[in-house]
């Protein structure tokens, strides 16, 4: 069977897990099940609810928002940067923390949303998805489910504070992308979505930060089910913000069991005096540290002067190295990630 790259119109981070599926002229005897999908919430927030399964550990920042926390007798320093860096994904993700900080109580944000209606089995056709999916490995035959290739849009509403007037742009969730695709040779499954925010109104002072979302993550195929919450082995989530800069989550849950998250274009967090426009922090869960690194000013690529050759700026936070942190403390340990 031949195999094409399925996500070169996605942004480059997609691309770092989403591999290849299947050729759509190779003959697949598995059908694109794809189709618009329109419902409406009560509520886009989530939060765990006494008797029934906890939510949030499923949310995409559960684990390293709290492995943030600085190890008992670390700098106050420390303390400081965590408590910034929390700030701001409570702003881009919709997070609620708890009292003492250390956590959230509940995330309001279109990816984990998102999630949560896929693993909770709310939409049949999302179950149709996965369903191929399985079968797909089972049958050893590559598939895909594709929502752009059927000109399908999801879309979600919040109802419960509209009073029967038109949503907000903050209450209409669209979705342009999501896509399951199968790689039998590799034994995975990818999937991807993308979330696009509707333009605000000309009077709205406060318009939501995040203008677009993409999730991307790799899943081991013999394991993947068709329902509940499926736990991915590499995942990737980008978002590009209206004031305050993009965001980028890499995490791996297997292997090295790690995460960093970079800051760029940023803004107003202040690390050491200054106040960095790149940030970028890698927490290693099973070693229990956070390092973080720090730049102003500098591109992430330098070119040559004479052949115009460009190569990565060792000055930049996302290509500094250890020994060259701003920051750098023990952490607490995260069990689940240990």
């Known amino acids: 069977m031949r195999h094409s790259c399925i996500f070169a119109t996605v942004p480059l981070l997609a691309l770092f897990l989403a591999g290849c599926g299947p050729d759509s002229s190779s003959g697949s005897n598995f059908l694109n099940p794809a189709e618009s999908v329109s419902l409406s919430f009560e509520s886009f927030e989530l939060r765990n609810v006494e008797g029934l399964p906890d939510v949030l550990p499923q949310t995409i920042f559960h684990d390293f928002y709290r492995g943030l926390e600085p190890a008992e007798g670390e ?3 420390s303390a400081d940067v965590a408590a910034q860096l929390r700030g701001r994904l409570d702003l881009l993700m919709g997070l609620t923390p708890t009292d003492d900080g250390t956590s959230y109580k509940s995330a309001r944000n279109p990816l984990d949303f998102l999630h949560n209606v896929i693993a909770s089995n709310q939409v049949d056709n999302f179950d149709q998805g996965r369903r191929l ?10 598939a895909r489910y594709n929502t752009p290739d059927k000109n399908a849009l999801i879309r979600f509403t919040e109802i419960g504070n509209s009073n029967g007037e038109e949503p907000a742009p903050d209450e209409l969730w669209v979705y342009t992308l999501l896509d399951w695709t199968s790689n039998p040779q590799l034994n995975k499954i990818f999937r ?14 406060n318009p939501p930060e995040v203008r677009s979302a993409l ?4 899943f081991h195929g013999p394991d993947f089910s068709v329902s509940g919450y499926n736990q991915p082995e590499f995942a990737a989530t980008s978002l590009t913000g209206r004031e305050f800069g993009n965001a980028e989550l890499r995490q791996e849950f297997i292997g090295n069991k790690s995460d960093t998250l970079s800051l760029t274009k940023t803004s107003g967090i202040t690390i050491n005096g200054e106040t960095p426009d790149c940030i970028r922090v890698d927490i290693d869960y099973e070693e229990a540290n956070v390092r973080v690194f720090t730049s102003t000013g500098e591109s992430p690529n330098t070119e040559d002067s004479e052949t115009g050759a460009s190569s990565p700026n060792p000055a930049h936070c996302g290509n500094q190295q250890n020994g060259e942190e701003a920051v750098v403390y023990e952490s607490v340990a995260i069990e689940q990630r240990q």
Do not use: V
Not at 133 to 142: H, K, V, Y
Not at 192 to 205: K, L, M, N, V, Y
Not at 215 to 218: E, M, V, Y
């Open 75 to 77: 700098s106050d320093e």
């Open 133 to 142: 999916m399985r079968d797909s490995i089972t049958a050893d035959e590559g």
């Open 192 to 205: 991807a979505a993308q979330f696009i925010a509707r333009d605000p109104e000309e009077d709205d002072s």
């Open 215 to 218: 999730w991307s993550g790799r």
